[in-house]
């Protein structure tokens, strides 16, 4: 498999979390990569709904 080029993002968390976690991508048929992607994809969209887009800065001419 290719490599992603998507950024990386590490937090801690308990034991007890994680495994809940996997249980519940287990259950929707995903990796707990993907759970996490999908709670941040619906946190973000509750946010905005409720409070307007979240202005993003300009990309850097590096970043393009």
């Known amino acids: 498999t290719m490599a992603s080029s998507l950024p990386m993002?590490?937090?801690?968390?308990?034991?007890?979390?994680?495994?809940?976690?996997?249980?519940i991508a287990n259950y929707n048929g995903r990796s707990a990569n993907r759970e996490l992607e999908q709670l941040l994809i619906r946190h973000i969209r509750d946010f905005e709904a409720l409070h307007?887009?979240?202005?993003?800065?300009?990309?850097?001419?590096?970043?393009?």
């Open 52 to 64: 307007g887009e979240i202005p993003l800065p300009s990309p850097a001419k590096s970043d393009k």
């Open 9 to 23: 993002f590490g937090f801690r968390t308990s034991r007890e979390n994680l495994d809940k976690l996997a249980s």
